[in-house]
T-cell receptor, first 115, second 111 residues
């Protein structure tokens, strides 16, 4: 099956710093990737759609200047949490649909803790 | 707007069958998915069904779809302790690849 990786698996940072999370499709190309966040014991909330070569599409209520998304290649999308605060602490998961496939493949997630 | 609802918790004994239910509101859903999430991990695709199908079976998993009632279920036969996890139902609309997830059902398997 298709594989999607994320890096790092977990990160702890100080309030006010920026954190970059990478999402890679390892064995297929993805023109679109999705970024979700998940709070403890809650469902996944779609944050934005990352589009290769163009601007990301953000869901209502998600600050685009706070969560910067760059989809520079067909296998890599990055999410940068700028000026992170404790309320940004969450589990961030990316996914990618494979062209011609009916399914989305999810990364293992990145746990962000902001102190 | 689209909405997906699931029961929050299910407890079964090892060896019994588990049935997790899901309802959705988007009548234009094309695909419906079941994902499994273990603690601290990402989502693992278990199975999916196309909206023009009624049933799909894959080893211990059986998916039933009642499109008229917009009801989806996942049956796990011979449930094992390793099946303990959170199960998410998700639907994909007619356009694009966006998925809408339910809140997840916690499955607890007692030995």
């Amino acid at each position: 099956g298709a594989v999607v990786s994320q890096h790092p698996s977990w990160v702890i940072c100080k309030s006010g710093t920026s954190v970059k999370i990478e999402c890679r499709s390892l064995d297929f190309q993805a023109t679109t990737m999705f970024w979700y966040r998940q709070f403890p014991k809650q469902s996944l909330m779609l944050m934005a759609t990352s589009n290769e070569g163009s601007k990301a599409t953000y869901e209502q209520g998600v600050e685009k200047d706070k969560f910067l998304i760059n989809h520079a290649s067909l296998t890599l999308s990055t999410l940068t949490v700028t000026s992170a605060h404790p309320e940004d602490s969450s589990f961030y998961i990316c996914s990618a649909p494979r062209t011609g496939d009916d399914t989305q493949y999810f990364g293992p997630g990145t746990r962000l803790t902001v102190l | 707007g689209e909405d997906v609802e699931q029961s929050l918790f299910l407890s079964v004994r090892e060896g019994d069958s588990s049935v997790i239910n899901c309802t959705y509101t988007d009548s234009s859903s094309t695909y419906l998915y079941w994902y499994k999430q273990e603690p601290g991990a990402g989502l693992q695709l278990l199975t999916y069904i196309f909206s023009n199908m009624d049933m799909k079976q894959d080893q211990r998993l059986t998916v039933l779809l009642n499109k008229k009632d917009k009801h989806l279920s996942l049956r796990i036969a011979d449930t094992q302790t390793g099946d303990s996890a959170i199960y998410f139902c998700a639907e994909r609309g007619r356009y694009g690849n966006k998925l809408v997830f339910g809140a997840g059902t916690i499955l607890r398997v007692k030995s």
